[in-house]
Each structure stands twice: as structure tokens, then as C-alpha cells.
């Protein structure tokens, strides 16, 4: 979220339609000006949704193995035609677009465990864009928007496929960085092959993509545990993707009909360039502790409903739960708090006319605050749409866009009555995770490495996940594994 006062006269949604040409080139073409022009244009965009791109040797690293794997593509001139980038996002997520762009964020980075892991993810992405799938997705006239959660794709999330909620999904989850390009499953196994023809041919042992993708599958389900889910979906790299775990045997299949399983890892190389990696939320952007979201820079503070999880985006916080759905974010603002929930509804009424009964006036832990309610048909059931707005200043407000069925808008309420403002003390106690690359002593074990992981819950789960460990697996002297910290 750290885009927030930036980006607060920004509520329309941010998409890029893709126009493909009626002649897509095969996935031996050169990337064709036009590619390279659709791909620039979206670009920024793409790392302002994203948290931004990164500096300095982790981010070089990573475009130099990127830049690498594309030259495998085939494609002609490919390590000056690709643009990878490292954003700076605490989500699992990995996506490429026309042009030869390719990105990954610094957590999926954080969760692979050797080069060769890193090189088939972004070689996955090459194969996306080699093989022209976003193209051919838009030819075969399927919803195709290059941005995450955005217009349809975040109606079914929310209220499923209905007017309603693509009129909601067109703000209700803006920037919370979960869905990227969606491609078909046969496009996907295709770009997993392709990946691991390229590792084969660097030269890096080709079950790496196998590897990665049961960490990515692993991820999710301590992802699923930790939240409370009793599902493993949540829409990252694992599963706009394809179930990583059911693409696992499938690489690891391909890999050994390549030959190439004797290629090399660069493990310690790979951990001793990643060492130090931010791991987690960004301070500047917030920071997910629990079921608090704290912001040291905007000096705020609110907590999420029992059984409910939030996820951190660059421009809102989303807050999940089987009984609602809200958003927590920030708009224009005029020094009037009525006017101001009265333009958020306004905002969501592009078909349907959506008006509160009534916007009431109220204090909540000293700070001026309005809200309202609406009642809405979606499809054959009834929604409460609730806005909660705060003002922080004269020119600063911020407000929580919930939807619940009809009758159950209370579930929220403890939340919107959380709401406060942060003391520079409690401020600066924020401090961030990052990753910490260590060598296996003669006296450690799993457990006591796990012990010092910077959490205080599922540890060893967490270490184990991390390190690419199975329930059995052991550590042995001379290793070198990561430990998440809190600050180096």
C-alpha cells in the first residue's frame, strides 16, 4: 500500500487490453516492434502495481539469469530484447507479457532454493512470451487483462459472474497484486516445457522446474493452513497457474526425457546472492501481522475480523473471510467526509444506481469517521455494500469498502471500530523481515534452526517450506539454508 497518497486520484481500474495481430508469429519470430512497443506501454504500469522494480546486485543477479535463460528462446538478439525485472512484491508471482518482459517478485525469489530453480521459473515466462500465448488467449476472444484482479476476474472472486459484481469488481479488489495474465492449461504445461528445454540447453539440471513448483505447491498449502482455508487456491504464480502440485510429476517427466537431470544448480551461489532479500511486507508499503494491519508511515493501525486473512497490495489491503469481503484504501479527498463516501458508492454505480439509505457522522478512537449501507440485488440474492471512511487530515481520508450478504454487514464491525492512529514509538518498532543465508553447524538440526525463525507460529513448517524440505528431510553440517529475520 505504500502508493496510497500518490495514487489517490486514481480509481478507475488499471488494465491493457491485448491486441493480437491476425498472424501471431511462431515462437521462433523475433519479437516484432509491435510486441516491443504493446510490452513498453504497459510496463510502468505493471511495476507500480507491483511495488516498483529493485536495485542493486539482487536485482542484477536476477536479470542476469533472466537474460540468459532467454537467449535459449531462440528468439533473435534475446538478451538485449528481454526486460526481467525484481519487484518488490510480497506475493508469490511470476508473469510476462508481450515484448519480452518478464517479472518476478522478490518473495518467489525468496521461497527457490538454487539458480537453476530461478532460471526455469523466468524460462517458463520466456516460453510465454516466445510462444505468443497471450496473443493467441485474445484471439481466441477470452477476457484477457494483463493487471491483477481487475473487472470480471475480480467479480468472480467476490460475488461470482454478475452485473453487480463487475461493477464492484472494478474497484472492490483494485492493486492487491493476486491475479496476473491467466493463460490455458495446455499454454501453461506448454511454457513448463519450454522452460525445461531451455534449462537443458544452459546447461542447469532440468527437475529444477519440478523442484520449484512443489515448493510453489508446498507454499500454498502452508498459505491455506495458516489462514485458515481449507483449500490451497489462494491466486498467486501457484494457481493462476496450474495446481502446481498436479504440474509436479509432469515436469519432472519432461525433465528426464530431456537428459538433462545431471545439469547444474548453482545452489550456493543462487543462496549467497539472495542473501539479505526482504522477505515479507514492505514497512513502507504496511505491514500483515496476524490479523493487524500496521503502517508505520501513514501512522495507522486496524485489525481484521476472527477468521478472516488480509493481503497487502500496493494500492489496498483486502480482507477475506467465508462471510464478507472488504478493501481498505484511499481516495480524493476534500476535507468532507459525507461527499467523500458519497463518491466511493458513486463510483460503483455504473449500471445499478447504488445510494446509501443514509451516511451517519461518528468518532471512532478520536478520529472523525462516516459510513453508509446499501442494499443491492446480485443476481437472485441481496448484498450489503458498506462504506466506512475516516479522516486522518485535511486532505487525507481513507475508507473500507465491504460487501456482505444482505443482513450480515456487522461481521465487520469490530474492524471499522479498530481503526486508530500510531504513535512514532509504535512506528518505528516496525521492522521488517528479511532473508538470513546460513551454514548447517555440527550441532544444528532442523528444529533448532527452525527456532529462529522471526515468527511465532508453524516455525519449523515455515523453515521446512523455505529450504524446500519434506516432513522427513534432515539438515546436515557445512549446509546452507535460509531463516527468515527481523532486520540484518
Not at 526481467?84 to 518482459?101: C, T
Not at 493476486?178 to 506448454?190: A, I
Request: proline share 3%; glycine share 10%.
Amino acid at each position: 500500500m505504500s502508493a496510497m497518497k500518490t495514487l489517490a486520484a486514481s480509481t478507475a481500474t488499471l488494465a491493457l487490453a491485448l491486441t493480437g495481430c491476425a498472424t501471431i508469429p511462431d515462437s521462433s519470430a523475433p519479437i516484432s516492434q509491435g510486441e516491443a512497443q504493446q510490452g513498453a506501454e504497459a510496463h510502468p504500469q505493471l511495476l507500480a502495481e507491483f511495488g516498483g522494480a529493485m536495485t542493486g546486485p539482487q536485482a542484477q543477479y536476477v536479470e542476469t539469469v533472466g537474460q540468459n535463460i532467454a537467449v535459449q528462446s531462440g528468439l533473435g538478439n534475446a538478451r538485449s530484447a528481454f526486460t526481467v525485472s525484481l519487484l518488490n512484491s510480497p506475493v508469490n508471482n511470476a508473469f510476462a507479457i508481450p515484448g519480452g518482459y518478464v517479472y518476478t517478485t522478490r518473495q518467489l525469489v525468496a521461497l527457490m532454493n538454487n539458480e537453476a530453480e530461478l532460471a526455469g521459473v523466468l524460462g517458463h515466462e520466456v516460453g510465454h512470451v516466445a510462444a505468443r500465448h497471450s496473443q493467441r488467449r485474445q484471439q481466441a476472444a477470452q477476457r484477457n487483462s494483463i493487471l491483477g484482479v481487475l473487472g470480471a476476474i475480480a467479480s468472480s472472486v467476490l460475488l461470482g459472474n454478475s452485473g453487480l459484481g463487475q461493477q464492484l469488481g472494478q474497484l472492490s479488489l483494485q492493486g492487491s497484486q493476486l491475479l496476473t495474465l491467466k493463460f490455458s492449461r495446455e499454454q501453461e504445461l506448454e511454457a513448463d516445457r519450454l522452460g525445461i528445454q531451455y534449462l537443458n540447453t544452459a546447461g542447469y539440471d532440468t527437475r529444477a522446474m519440478a523442484t520449484v513448483l512443489s515448493s510453489l505447491a508446498a507454499q500454498n498449502a502452508l498459505d491455506a493452513q495458516l489462514m485458515g482455508r481449507d483449500n490451497a487456491r489462494l491466486p498467486e504464480w501457484a494457481s493462476t497457474h496450474p495446481d502446481p502440485a498436479s504440474r509436479v510429476q509432469t515436469a519432472l517427466s519432461f525433465a528426464q526425457q530431456t537428459g538433462g537431470t545431471g545439469g547444474v544448480t548453482n545452489r550456493d551461489t543462487f543462496l549467497t546472492r539472495i542473501d539479505g532479500i526482504l522477505y515479507g511486507d514492505d514497512p513502507q508499503q504496511g505491514v500483515v501481522e496476524g490479523r493487524q494491519f500496521i503502517h508505520p508511515d501513514l501512522r495507522l493501525a486496524f485489525t481484521a475480523p476472527q477468521g478472516f486473512y488480509m493481503v497487502n497490495g500496493t494500492r489496498a489491503v483486502t480482507i477475506s473471510g467465508q462471510s464478507g469481503k472488504a478493501q481498505f484504501s484511499m481516495g480524493p479527498y476534500n476535507g468532507n467526509l459525507q461527499s467523500y463516501v458519497s463518491s466511493v458508492f458513486a463510483a460503483l454505480s455504473q449500471q445499478q444506481q447504488i445510494t446509501p439509505s443514509s451516511i451517519q457522522r461518528t468518532t471512532v478512537n478520536g478520529l472523525p469517521a462516516a459510513y453508509g449501507t446499501a442494499r443491492v440485488a446480485n443476481g437472485g440474492q441481496q448484498v450489503d455494500v458498506t462504506v466506512f471512511a475516516y479522516e486522518f487530515a485535511n486532505d487525507r481520508a481513507y475508507h473500507f469498502l465491504a460487501l456482505t450478504p444482505a443482513g450480515q454487514s456487522g461481521i465487520f464491525n469490530a474492524m471499522f471500530q479498530s481503526m486508530r492512529r500510531i504513535s512514532t514509538t509504535e512506528a518505528a518498532n516496525v521492522i521488517p523481515r528479511s532473508i538470513d543465508v546460513v551454514t548447517v553447524g555440527s550441532r544444528d538440526t532442523v528444529a533448532t534452526l527452525a527456532a529462529k525463525m522471526a515468527y511465532s507460529d508453524a516455525q519449523e513448517t515455515r523453515f521446512r517450506v523455505l529450504n524446500g524440505l519434506s516432513s522427513s528431510d534432515t539438515v546436515r553440517a557445512g549446509q546452507k539454508v535460509k531463516i527468515v529475520v527481523r532486520g540484518r
